[in-house]
């Protein structure tokens, strides 16, 4: 391989965005995962995204043994430095051929190289969309993360153990915009207000 499938950079930039735009006043706001504040959610970001620049760097240890459920995360004081900077490490990490191959690790888990970059996107698709409805912003995903966590999300579907990662699925209609298919397959109501 000598072009990574997917560049995640377009992806973690309206990431890195979103969360700019995110207010003091907002870190306490209720998001669509029911245990996470805004501020869980910018420090569940954070946490993975360093965890996925490491499982694509194949430097594996406590940033990619840790299993997300292992604590409720925080954002912490430094997150508006911290958080641009190891987003756009995520992204070049993966920018190398090498990280989509071989084997890695993340959440503790050991999967194939394509398959955790698969798991990247969907988790910076998916939470970016969090944090912009708990924010109150207009969402517009890179097409192409998008496309690749609605197809990583669909091969899924079946899959009886999917419901203890995701929750069930949300049906959405067939003529529904792709991103409210995705947002229903990942198991949240696309219609979800704070």
Same mark, same amino acid.
């Given at each position: 391989?000598?072009?990574?499938?997917?560049?995640?950079?377009?992806?973690?930039?309206?990431?890195?965005?979103?969360?700019?735009?995110?207010?003091?006043?907002?870190?306490?706001?209720?998001?669509?995962?029911? !245990?996470? +504040? *805004?501020?869980?959610? %910018?420090? #569940?970001?954070?946490? /993975?995204?360093? &965890?996925?620049?490491?499982?694509?760097?194949?430097?594996?240890?406590?940033?990619?043994?840790?299993?997300?459920?292992?604590?409720?995360?925080?954002?912490?004081?430094?997150?508006?430095?911290?958080?641009?900077?190891?987003?756009?490490?995520?992204?070049?990490?993966?920018?190398?051929?090498?990280?989509?191959?071989?084997?890695?690790?993340?959440?503790?888990?050991?999967?194939?190289?394509?398959?955790?970059? !698969?798991? +990247? *996107?969907?988790?910076? %698709?998916? #939470?970016?969309?969090? /944090?912009?409805? &708990?924010?109150?912003?207009?969402?517009?995903?890179?097409?192409?993360?998008?496309?690749?966590?609605?197809?990583?999300?669909?091969?899924?579907?079946?899959?009886?153990?999917?419901?203890?990662?995701?929750?069930?699925?949300?049906?959405?209609?067939?003529?529904?915009?792709?991103?409210?298919?995705?947002?229903?397959?990942?198991?949240?109501?696309?219609?979800?207000?704070?």
């Amino acid at each position: 391989m000598t072009v990574p499938p997917l560049d995640l950079g377009p992806q973690t930039r309206v990431i890195a965005l979103l969360a700019e735009g995110v207010t003091d006043e907002q870190l306490g706001h209720a998001t669509p995962c029911p !245990a996470y +504040a *805004v501020r869980h959610m %910018l420090g #569940h970001l954070l946490g /993975l995204s360093a &965890a996925f620049r490491d499982a694509g760097r194949k430097d594996l240890g406590a940033t990619t043994d840790t299993p997300p459920t292992d604590s409720l995360p925080d954002a912490g004081p430094g997150w508006r430095e911290e958080l641009p900077k190891v987003l756009d490490e995520l992204a070049e990490a993966w920018r190398d051929p090498a990280a989509w191959t071989g084997m890695t690790r993340a959440g503790g888990v050991d999967l194939p190289g394509e398959i955790a970059a !698969a798991v +990247a *996107v969907d988790e910076l %698709l998916v #939470h970016g969309w969090d /944090l912009a409805v &708990a924010t109150g912003r207009p969402y517009d995903p890179d097409p192409a993360a998008l496309q690749a966590s609605y197809d990583f999300l669909r091969a899924s579907a079946e899959d009886p153990s999917r419901d203890a990662i995701f929750g069930p699925i949300v049906p959405v209609p067939d003529s529904a915009p792709l991103l409210d298919r995705t947002i229903g397959l990942s198991g949240r109501d696309p219609g979800w207000t704070r």
